[in-house]
């Protein structure tokens, strides 16, 4: 086995550790409340006191510690499940950062919104700064912040992603189709696409397999009636509702799905044809002003490594290559 092979193989049993919290049990809330990964995803050396309740408080998708990061990645959210191995792997690559890694995994445009706000943002009764290294998101996002001269250089692609119908076990709608989704009486949780970035590229799959009537019956005629909850945070929500039994259905990307099953959640997912899916190419870049401009590179580089990739190919992502 190669060195490089290696390594992969080493970080990725790592990287099931880290984040695996084992099958979801009835009753068992820390199984299915977030942050499904019982403290690993923080990347810090000296944790404190360990306070955390599920469903109550445990600011999921905040990582680290923000006072005395040296590297902070603002991440679009549908791969949280990936960065804990990733920063492990990393920093063993880099062991003067290990410990000092703060990272956000919330939805792209609302980073977007924070990094407006000078990296502000409050969460119940908290208000935090942090001034970001690396904005990670889909082309189109990463590409607006460089054609607003907010990146030190180009955004760099490196992984693709493309979509899935996420269904609790056992599929207890039957569901077989995009055009399932519009029965009567089908109940979705959709991410909304005022707040992210999914929602649009959803919205462009449905015209796909149905037309506007597609489009229009699950994000205008249930969203009414009552049968289609919208997110905020989809790649929690949209889990969380169905595990709840709030939920017969919702559309994710696939990397969540395969995330959501790995760990023994009762989630299974059902491909979409691709001729009626996207395949949407993931960017990095370093953003103008970053505090730590060199770390921030050398985790954007990293991205494109072989053994980064090799966590990715975990989750269904796939090496981005130009059209």
Do not use: C
Request: charged residues 15%; neutral net charge.
């Amino acid at each position: 086995m190669s060195g490089i092979a290696a390594a992969i193989l080493r970080i990725a049993s790592v990287g099931f550790l880290l984040i695996g919290p084992g099958p979801a049990r009835a009753g068992d809330a820390s199984s299915v409340y977030p942050p499904w990964s019982h403290g690993a995803n923080n990347p810090v050396a000296v944790r404190g006191l360990d306070f955390t309740v599920p469903d109550i408080d445990n600011l999921p998708d905040f990582h680290g510690d923000p006072a005395a990061s040296q590297l902070s990645i603002f991440v679009g959210g549908n791969y949280f499940f990936a960065m804990a191995p990733l920063v492990a792997a990393f920093e063993t690559q880099h062991p003067a950062l290990r410990g000092k890694i703060y990272y956000e995994t919330i939805p792209p445009g609302l980073l977007v919104e924070q990094i407006q706000q000078g990296g502000t943002i409050t969460v119940g009764n908290m208000t935090w700064t942090v001034k970001p290294d690396v904005y990670a998101a889909g082309e189109k996002r990463v590409q607006q912040l460089a054609d607003k001269g907010m990146l030190a250089g180009p955004a760099m692609p490196y992984v693709t992603n493309d979509l899935a119908i996420m269904l609790p076990a056992g599929n207890p709608a039957r569901i077989t189709s995009l055009a399932d989704l519009a029965r009567p009486g089908v109940r979705l949780v959709m991410p909304n696409p005022v707040f992210e970035g999914i929602g649009r590229q959803i919205e462009l799959v449905l015209a796909k397999a149905g037309g506007p009537d597609l489009v229009k019956a699950i994000y205008d005629t249930k969203v009414k009636n009552g049968e289609t909850i919208l997110t905020r945070i989809h790649h929690r929500q949209s889990p969380l509702y169905l595990m709840q039994g709030k939920a017969d259905a919702g559309i994710t990307w696939k990397s969540e799905a395969i995330f959501q099953e790995s760990v023994g959640h009762p989630i299974t997912h059902l491909p979409i044809p691709p001729r009626q899916n996207i395949v949407a190419g993931y960017f990095a870049g370093v953003l103008k002003n970053a505090p730590h401009p060199a770390a921030a590179k050398a985790w954007v580089d990293f991205l494109q490594s072989p053994i980064a990739m090799g966590i990715f190919e975990r989750y269904g992502f796939k090496p981005y290559a130009k059209p």
